[in-house]
């Protein structure tokens, strides 16, 4: 019996004190507020304390004779008691180290609901930050725009107020001299009323012109386009501008290649306006014993194009983009040819283009001739878009 217990007791002695050295070995490890892995320790020695009292309890050779049975009894209860202490001790430090580790995750769970927190913050920060980057990009835009807007005003009321004056001084000017009998001869007379009819024809034009423009921008004027022949169109304006052009001794020419049959799809209204002005314009600044070509490109797919060239001055390039200006006219043409332009008509003839889905745009080297180019949707092309 007394083998079988040393045996036992070695077997918890060497247990107990590899766990008591392992805890110590590690103690340092151990987090200052976690108390369960100090108790444990201490429950452990306890555990090694009583085993060893128990091994040497357990050696006959040794206390054979020297101690009364009575004493070894005690002993032994001395030795399992001060086991069970240390089992006490170990399931306390066991409890506290429990705490400690239910603690521990209720912190580490926090801090990822924190974590959490501040990533969706973070996120919700970030959007927000988009979203006033994109407000104050369309801000500027619409400042940019309200700007040139306001600007676009400022410089059409001006180019008005001008427009209108010269016409305005004439038919005043004029008016006082007759009222005044400073048109002494009935020649003189009948030149200043001409004078006066034809600024009264020049202010009339503008006011219409400019109502007309009104009308397109505020979807007033409706267009009609109907497929039909290009040459009819043309043949229709240039025998308008004969007796202009054969005042200046100008002759139309159509291309090499003229498509007699060309067909597109225009407003015939609206297509009549633009050519006229266009032809007019070229009329107006091409010099004398010149020729104004006419032609019709359908090398496009979705446009049958009107080509009118001319051989006036040209336009610079830098100044292309202000003829389609309301009172736009290009500096070189200021001072040349009908002295009743008012820098309107391109500007209207660009919005009629446009409100039967064409184009118009003009080319020019800056030096010789000017190619006007009326872009109509072409018969094919419409056929596809309305199927």
């Known amino acids: 019996m007394d083998e079988v217990r040393l045996l036992i007791n070695i077997l918890w002695t060497t247990l107990f004190v590899s766990i008591s050295i392992y805890f110590i070995r590690k103690s340092r490890l151990f987090p200052k507020t976690d108390r369960g892995m100090p108790v444990m320790l201490i429950g452990f020695l ?18 054979d004779g020297l101690l009364e049975a ?77 700007i040139e807007a306001e600007r676009s005003k400022t410089n059409f009321l001006r180019n008005t107020s001008h427009e209108f004056r010269t016409p305005l001084n004439a038919i005043i000017g004029l008016s006082d001299l007759i009222s005044e009998g400073k048109a002494s001869t009935r020649e003189e007379q009948r030149e ?8 009264g024809r020049k202010l009339l034009k503008i006011i219409d012109t400019l109502l007309e423009i009104a009308r397109i921008k505020s979807g007033e004027y409706i267009a009609n386009p109907q497929p039909a022949r290009v040459k009819d169109i043309i043949d229709q304006c240039t025998a308008l501008l004969l007796p202009k052009a054969h005042a200046k001794s100008i002759r139309f020419e ?61 336009i610079p390039q830098d100044q292309l983009k202000t003829v389609f200006e309301i009172f736009g006219r290009a500096e070189k043409w200021q001072h040349r040819g009908d002295a009743e332009n008012t820098g309107l008509g391109l500007a209207l003839a660009l919005k009629m283009a446009e409100i039967q889905d064409g184009q ?24 596809l878009k309305a199927s």
Request: proline content about 3%; charged content about 20%; hydrophobic content about 40%.
């Open 46 to 63: 306890c555990l090694s304390a009583g085993s060893v009292l128990g091994i040497f309890m357990s050696i006959p050779a040794i206390f």
């Open 70 to 146: 009575n004493h070894v009894r005690q002993s032994y209860v001395i030795a399992d008691v001060i086991r069970a202490l240390g089992a006490l001790i170990v399931l306390n430090g066991i409890i506290f180290w429990g705490k400690e580790l239910l603690s521990q995750y209720q912190l580490i769970k926090k801090n990822n609901s924190l974590e959490e927190r501040i990533s969706r913050q973070s996120d919700l920060l970030a959007a927000q930050s988009r979203d006033i980057e994109i407000r104050t990009i369309d801000y500027l835009e619409q400042k940019e725009a309200a």
């Open 192 to 199: 200043f009323a001409r004078m006066i009819s034809d600024s």
């Open 254 to 314: 159509y291309g090499e290649d003229f498509p007699e049959y060309a067909e597109a799809v225009y407003d015939s209204n609206a297509t009549h306006h633009i050519l006229t002005k266009i032809i007019d314009n070229a009329i107006t600044y091409s010099p004398e014993n010149t020729v104004i070509t006419i032609d019709v490109d359908q090398s496009d797919e979705d446009f049958t194009k009107i080509h009118i060239s001319d051989e006036g001055p040209g």
């Open 360 to 383: 118009l745009t003009i080319e020019s080297d800056g030096s010789k001739g000017t190619t006007c180019i009326l872009s109509l949707p072409a018969y094919r092309s419409a056929n």
